[in-house]
């Protein structure tokens, strides 16, 4: 039989280890997120220099200080986006914590009504209801997902800054290549890299989506496209 992208086994086994290690949102959108910025604004240093006419060593100089030190800007900012992401859940829980220390008939009244909008009704309900109860974790957790729409799955701030990181790191040398390598046209060179650095990425990301892997290669070559044209032409600009 075909399988198709996300296909995974039904036995018992498999059912119980997938759902023992949930895997959470991920890092595709830290990797995502910090190869498109790092191309886009490293090569936004690049067009805009060299259409300014300066030296390529200007190049190379500036395009090193925005990818290590905008890098490490994105990582931190990422760190801590996902870092209040956390300290918010973990706000939340405790608030739950206290409800149903305090006020364990309204928690139930919310909990059979999260329920009941998951379809059950008559017996069934009030059996759930009275099951999720007796275990205050699991009580919890449905209170976070059904109240606040919080996954089950906490996320990891330093994990997601170093994915943004080295994602920026990776996609934001590219541009700079041709020029430490002293090839000859190097900002044509640069430009067909990170055209094609754009691409790629949005390639890749389509595997997370339902997007054809063209389509989404495109998509995002068109955005980091777009953001250099702009850059060149201003670059012109100051091109005394």
């Given at each position: 039989?075909?399988?198709?992208?996300?296909?995974?086994?039904?036995?018992?086994?498999?059912?119980?280890?997938?759902?023992?290690?949930?895997?959470?949102?991920?890092?595709?959108?830290?990797?995502?997120?910090?190869?498109?910025?790092?191309?886009?604004?490293?090569?936004?240093?690049?067009?805009?220099?060299?259409g300014?006419?300066l030296?390529p060593?200007?190049?190379?100089?500036?395009?090193?200080?925005?990818?290590?030190?905008?890098?490490?800007?994105?990582?931190?900012?990422?760190?801590?986006g996902?870092?209040?992401?956390?300290?918010?859940?973990?706000?939340?829980?405790?608030?739950?914590?206290?409800?149903?220390?305090?006020?364990?008939?309204?928690?139930?009244r919310?909990?059979?009504?999260?329920l009941?909008?998951?379809g059950?009704?008559?017996?069934?309900?009030?059996?759930?209801?009275?099951?999720?109860?007796?275990?205050?974790?699991?009580?919890?957790?449905?209170?976070?997902?059904?109240?606040?729409g919080l996954?089950?799955?906490?996320?990891?701030?330093?994990?997601?800054?170093?994915a943004?990181?080295?994602?920026?790191?990776?996609?934001?040398?590219?541009?700079?290549?041709?020029?430490?390598?002293?090839?000859?046209?190097?900002?044509?060179?640069?430009?067909?890299?990170?055209?094609?650095?754009?691409?790629?990425?949005?390639?890749?990301?389509?595997?997370?989506?339902?997007?054809?892997?063209?389509?989404?290669?495109?998509?995002?070559?068109?955005?980091?496209?777009?953001?250099?044209?702009?850059?060149?032409?201003?670059?012109?600009?100051?091109?005394?």
């Amino acid at each position: 039989m075909i399988t198709q992208p996300g296909d995974h086994g039904h036995s018992q086994s498999e059912i119980e280890a997938r759902i023992d290690a949930p895997a959470g949102r991920g890092y595709v959108r830290d990797i995502v997120y910090g190869g498109i910025d790092g191309s886009v604004t490293t090569f936004a240093i690049v067009a805009g220099v060299a259409g300014a006419g300066l030296s390529p060593w200007v190049i190379i100089a500036l395009g090193i200080a925005n990818v290590l030190a905008d890098g490490f800007s994105m990582a931190a900012g990422n760190y801590s986006g996902t870092k209040a992401e956390l300290d918010d859940a973990n706000r939340l829980r405790k608030i739950e914590e206290r409800h149903i220390r305090t006020h364990p008939d309204g928690e139930k009244r919310e909990l059979r009504e999260i329920l009941r909008r998951k379809g059950l009704s008559g017996d069934a309900l009030e059996g759930a209801v009275e099951q999720i109860a007796q275990n205050r974790d699991q009580w919890i957790q449905m209170m976070l997902e059904g109240e606040y729409g919080l996954a089950s799955v906490d996320p990891h701030p330093l994990n997601a800054a170093w994915a943004t990181f080295l994602a920026f790191i990776a996609a934001g040398m590219v541009p700079l290549l041709p020029f430490l390598f002293g090839l000859d046209n190097a900002f044509l060179v640069s430009t067909l890299l990170t055209l094609v650095t754009f691409f790629g990425i949005g390639a890749y990301k389509s595997r997370w989506s339902l997007s054809p892997w063209w389509k989404s290669g495109l998509e995002t070559l068109l955005i980091g496209g777009t953001a250099a044209a702009i850059a060149y032409f201003v670059g012109t600009l100051f091109n005394l």
